[in-house]
């Protein structure tokens, strides 16, 4: 059974840094592209990033370029989202994704397994 759990959300000031984690089980981590989402209320889910099997190709979306760093460690099956700079608009909650298509996927119909969730809030 494929299991992602993601942890590391919280509360934090604008400004703050926050390190989201997602752990991989179930499935051979290194032969999927990975990718991170989030959904705020009332609003669609959102490509945030995503990084291809070997984390040598990386995309991010436009409004956390500069700010967030997505990253990989294959022998831990591990994706990681590392947020500086966060703003009240990235509260959301996020989600780790795991794709198995041939290339960095970055829209959510392309992802197969979704990890549960983890709440981030940015105070003004």
């Known amino acids: 059974q494929v299991r992602l759990v993601e942890s590391g959300g919280g509360l934090v000031q604008a400004g703050g840094s926050l390190r989201l984690s997602c752990a991989a089980s179930g499935l051979t981590f290194s032969s999927y592209a990975m990718g991170w989402f989030r959904q705020a209320p009332g609003k669609e889910r959102e490509f945030v990033a995503a990084l291809s099997r070997s984390g040598t190709t990386i995309y991010y979306a436009v409004s956390v370029k500069g700010r967030f760093t997505i990253s990989r460690d294959n022998a831990r099956n591990t994706v990681y989202l590392q947020m500086n700079s966060l703003k009240p608009e990235d509260t959301a909650v996020y989600y780790c994704?795991?794709?198995?298509?041939?290339?960095?996927?970055?829209?959510?119909?392309?992802?197969?397994?979704w990890g549960q969730g983890t709440q981030v809030t940015v105070s003004s």
């Open positions: 994704a795991a794709s198995s298509a041939s290339s960095t996927a970055l829209r959510v119909r392309e992802y197969d397994y």
